[in-house]
């Protein structure tokens, strides 16, 4: 099967609560002024690759996403609804294509789930599929040029979610595109070791053997995950 890329994101507005999953047009406003999102940044998101016109990694996307509403002490997310929407996002963001395949059988997926208006105390949640960013592809092919650079705040331990507080590492990459890299990786200020990219996990190869930092305050990798379970199966 063969699919085309759309230009415009489609986005489904899921109810919190368990119910209706229901188109929503992107030039419309989705996000009201009260939205704990915009005052606190009091939620959570999943990034999700497209690929072939399914959702990749699905279930640990789902399992994390669970445990981060948990975490926030967010309404249980009904995942049924979620991965309904999904597939209703990702059938018309495809819908009527029968162009090239390869690239253009790719999307980028994102769940959004939000405490919700202070007004009504009504979660907010929605699902978009839109193109994936063109320096993001290009990216895979030519690499990224990182800096390092010291994580000065803390990640609470017991707090393991994907928050939408992304402030202080959406200023630490400016940062690094300033300075003509592309991508940061953290490290510990008191020991220097290696924590994590900014929208990654770090994985080191060697002979044999993959690693990954593990520690207090890095959020477990979806995609590290599939790829170890990949490389035992292939030996590694």
């Known amino acids: 099967m063969s699919f085309q890329r759309r230009k415009e994101p489609v986005i489904y507005v899921v109810e ?26 009091d939620g959570i998101f999943e990034s999700l690759l497209v690929r072939n016109g399914k959702a990749a990694n699905l279930e640990r996307h789902a399992e994390r996403f669970a445990q981060s509403a948990r975490a926030l002490d967010l309404p249980e997310p009904p995942l049924h609804k979620w991965r309904e929407a999904t597939e209703l996002a990702i059938a018309d963001f495809f819908a009527g294509s029968e162009a090239d ?6 999307a980028k997926c994102t769940w959004t789930y939000t405490r919700g208006r202070a007004a009504t105390g009504v979660p907010t949640a929605w699902v978009a599929v839109q193109e994936i960013p063109a320096d993001v592809v290009a990216q895979r092919k030519s690499g990224v040029k990182v800096m ?9 331990e017991e707090l393991p ?20 890299f592309e991508d940061v990786i953290f490290t510990d200020p008191k020991t220097g ?34 790829l170890f379970e ?7």
């Not at 395949?101 to 790719?106: D, H, L, N, S």
């Not at 390092?148 to 609470?156: C, D, E, Y």
């Open 16 to 41: 919190p609560f368990g119910g209706s999953v229901r188109r929503h047009m992107p030039n419309l406003p989705l996000v009201y002024w009260d939205d704990a999102a915009v005052t606190r940044g």
């Open 101 to 106: 395949a390869g690239a253009q059988a790719e």
């Open 230 to 236: 990949y490389a035992a199966e292939q030996g590694f």
């Open 148 to 156: 390092s650079t010291p994580r000065l705040w803390q990640v609470a």
């Open 193 to 226: 070791q290696v924590l994590e990219g900014a929208t990654s996990t770090v994985v080191a190869v060697k002979g044999s053997k993959l690693r990954t930092p593990a520690g207090k305050g890095i959020l477990p990798g979806t995609t590290q995950a599939a």
């Open 161 to 180: 979610a994907k928050t939408l507080n992304y402030a202080a590492t959406m200023a630490t990459l400016r940062l690094a595109r300033e300075r003509g």
